[in-house]
């Protein structure tokens, strides 16, 4: 693979993106790097490459290269899927390998719509269209931007999927085509073989010739997305796996000769260790050594418990500089930034002040929504294995972003991160944990310092402790009626951390510490996703207020989305019991334009049964609308002695057209309960710099027992493919709250709901 040289001249994409103006001087720099990259696929004796993404074996095996992090989310069947569909492959010779960084694999569609996070905030720009679009698809795959997020990976990888499937078809049609005399046109492929009336050659014959073959520009796609298997329901590709035991996590690597490590730190924040008690821990049965940093301390063993009990024996001690993290100042500081600004206006329609203006009719509607800090919790906590030898460092790690795990190992040991390998293993489930890339640091030092392969596995506390939390925010709304009902204008003040310009400076390689500092007090568009209202108000204004956070924050499944939904909805609730609609009508008649939404709203209402939210029903209902996709739930909630008991949520989703119907159930499903728990749990409060949550249980989530029934209904229609993995969670919660409100009378609005035990 050839990659762009190191910047010697000190060029680097926050120079090119200020000095180049954003634009054409970008478009000019380019001549510095070369622009051919190679596939790097690993091929096995018999394995034949057919471009990045695909090799095909002389068995008839079809090997899709899968860029995108496994956690759960099915992307390894839903990518191979597209391929194998556009292909013509058998799913049942169907398998995947997961590759390296490459730029080939560079995720351009998040680069465009993170690229507020990493741009200067005096900078606005339209990221999707003309030469800064094309400028930041290029920064992307220069940068190696390979990242799984923000629900992107079909939207990102569809068409490349497509053509890349084509392509083979196009080639094993062509070796086929020569055997026979005839034009390859007249050929199609089904099922792994290669057709022409009754003539069949299946691509285990073809394979060989095929690939020889130079492939054809431009790529002839089929006439239609949806084929044999693309847009329908096939098995998951890492099912079997995952059920017999044979699937390796991170956890599960082993290498001859390794050794096992955990590790302590203090508080975020300028942190220091001060002591801690080495001859303790060596004296200990299974130590071996100790490697401390500034920072950290790890303990490293023959086996894993071991070497974390061996944390507790040397008791380390840590000082802590400046502020900490406490629940209640930082409550206190999200009101203080919107009372005393400054803020930045991302949305204005209308004239807000005439609308708010007091007139004879008019009713202004005030209310105060407020989320808690919330740890993403998967049941793998972070851990990673290196070997660091002859100045090379092999690491396996789940990582979202494993250009930035490259980058940071390779700083922490002071080598070029030409010489890292990061081997991609599945995630434990992730929920946007995984853009945490500081536990390749870690075990990099670790393996240096002993010479020999280590793998670092963080514990449930320190992994609690370490958590790039989903920020606490407040959600300050206003709205104004008329003496008919109708709402004339909407206010909408959100005070939260800049989290996705702390990822930003992570991406770029700076330490969590450095990340926090360098975005305090900026203004992150990013974090009022999911405020933009979808009904039509004359008068709109949404304003974020940074607020610099005491602790490390960063994204979390749904992103902002999570709590500004839940602003959003359940204020829309208030107005409509203010006007005297019911909450389906009051929405229906301001969605105007909506019709994917308004279908959705419909339909589940359809579903369920809607009673009109009726006082004493428990039934609440939300909607929203995000990464191009819609979703409308309702809930039957209750208040029960023991808390929020949901019974049963409905929800009618459009997510454009579906690769595997099935695959986008289970996620909506997923993320219903994970929005559940959203609702009910997830949070931690702080005392002294530290999350007073430390194991599962302290987080409230829901249990088996706990999860209602849950039914989904898909729309199905040819609209481009939307986001699916994180659409399910951030609508759950506002529904929740305005059940609760429709069963007893009281307007919860705060998550976790009854935190204060209302």
């Known amino acids: 693979m050839n990659e762009a040289p190191a910047a010697k001249d000190g060029i680097s994409r926050r120079k090119l993106l200020v000095g180049g103006g954003v634009g054409i001087g970008l478009l000019v720099a380019w001549g510095l790097w070369p622009r051919r990259y190679a596939p790097n696929m690993r091929l096995a004796d018999g394995e034949h490459l057919f471009g990045p993404w695909l090799k095909i074996a002389e068995d008839g095996k079809v090997i899709v290269a899968i860029p ?51 741009l200067p905030e005096n900078i606005s720009i339209d990221a999707d269209i003309g030469p800064v679009a094309s400028s930041i698809n290029e920064i992307a795959r220069r940068d190696m931007f390979i990242v799984t997020g923000g629900s992107s990976s079909i939207r990102q990888f569809e068409r490349p999927c497509r053509e890349a499937g084509a392509a083979a078809r196009t080639l094993l049609c062509q070796a086929a085509a020569a055997r026979w005399g005839i034009a390859w046109e007249q050929c199609r492929t089904d099922r792994g073989f290669v057709i022409s009336g009754q003539r069949r050659l299946s691509f285990a014959e073809l394979v060989v010739e095929a690939s020889a073959l130079a492939v054809p520009s ?55 260790l001060l002591s801690a008690n080495e001859k303790a821990a060596l004296k200990m049965r299974g130590v071996l050594q100790v490697v401390k940093t500034d920072n950290w301390v790890a303990a490293v063993a023959s086996n894993w418990w071991a070497a974390n009990n061996a944390l507790d024996a040397m008791a380390p001690v840590f000082r802590t500089k400046g502020r900490m993290a406490n629940s209640t100042a930082i409550m206190q500081s999200l009101s ?38 919330a740890v993403h919790a998967p049941i793998e906590t972070r851990s990673a294995t290196a070997d660091f030898r002859d100045g090379r460092l092999q690491l396996w790690l789940a990582t979202q972003a494993p250009q930035a795990a490259r980058i940071v190992a390779a700083k922490a040991i002071g080598i070029n991160v030409d010489d890292v390998v990061h081997h991609p293993v599945m995630a434990g489930g992730s929920f946007d944990r995984n853009f945490d890339n500081s536990i390749a640091a870690q075990v990099a030092v670790i393996a240096k310092a002993v010479g020999r392969p280590v793998q670092l596995t963080w514990s449930r506390p320190e992994d609690f402790v370490r958590n790039h939390v989903r920020s606490p925010a407040l959600g300050r709304l206003s709205a104004a009626m008329n003496a008919d009902g109708a709402v004339t204008g909407v206010t909408v003040r959100v005070a939260a951390a800049s989290s996705m310009r702390e990822l930003a400076n992570r991406i770029d390689g700076q330490s969590t510490d450095e990340a926090r500092k360098s975005a305090s007090g900026q203004y992150d568009v990013l974090a009022l996703e999911g405020a933009q ?95 191009g996709s819609h979703i409308a739930i309702i809930v039957t909630a209750r208040n029960s002695a023991t808390g929020v008991r949901v019974d049963r949520i409905h929800a009618m989703a459009d997510c454009g057209r579906l690769i595997n119907p099935d695959l986008a159930r289970q996620q909506i499903e997923g993320g219903i309960v994970f929005g559940l728990a959203q609702a009910l749990g997830s949070a931690t409060d702080f005392e002294s710099g530290l999350p007073t949550a430390r194991r599962l249980r302290d987080i409230d989530l829901p249990k088996l027992a706990d999860v209602p029934e849950i039914t989904v209904k898909l729309a199905r229609n040819d609209e481009a493919p939307g986001g699916v993995s994180e659409l399910g969670v951030p609508a759950v919660a506002p529904a929740i709250a305005n059940a609760i409100f429709s069963a007893a009378g009281i307007r919860l609005r705060e998550l976790p709901l009854l935190s204060r035990g209302l």
């Open 68 to 118: 995108q992090s496994e956690s759960g989310q099915g992307v390894y069947s839903a990518l191979a899927q597209i391929v194998a569909g556009e292909l013509g492959a058998d799913w049942r010779s169907v398998a995947v390998q997961p590759v390296s960084a490459s730029p080939i694999f560079a995720n351009t569609l998040l680069a465009r719509a993170w690229a507020p996070a990493f």
């Open 218 to 272: 431009p790529i002839p796609l089929n006439p239609s997305a949806r084929n044999r298997l693309s847009g329908r329901d096939a098995p998951r590709l890492d099912l079997s796996a995952k059920v017999d035991g044979s699937v390796s996590f991170a956890g599960d690597v082993r290498l001859p000769d390794m050794l096992f490590a955990s590790v302590r730190a203090g508080p975020a924040g300028d942190t220091r």
């Open 336 to 373: 203080n930034a919107i009372a005393k600004g400054p803020g930045f206006r991302a949305t204005k329609f209308g004239d807000i002040d005439v609308a708010m203006a007091p007139e004879t009719g008019t009713r202004i509607f005030k209310a105060d929504y407020t989320v808690g800090a």
């Open 533 to 627: 209202i979808p009904y039509v108000i004359p008068n709109i204004t949404i304003d974020h207020f940074p607020v610099s956070m005491p602790m490390p924050t960063g994204p979390w499944r749904g992103l902002a989305n999570s709590y500004n939904c839940f602003f959003v909805e359940g204020f829309i609730d208030e107005l409509a019991h203010k006007a005297g609609v019911e909450p389906l009508s009051f929405r229906m008649q301001m969605l105007a334009g909506q019709t994917r939404l308004a279908r959705c709203l419909t339909g589940v209402a359809t579903m369920a049964g809607w009673d009109g939210g009726v006082s004493g029903s428990g039934r609440g209902i939300a909607c929203h609308s995000m990464r």
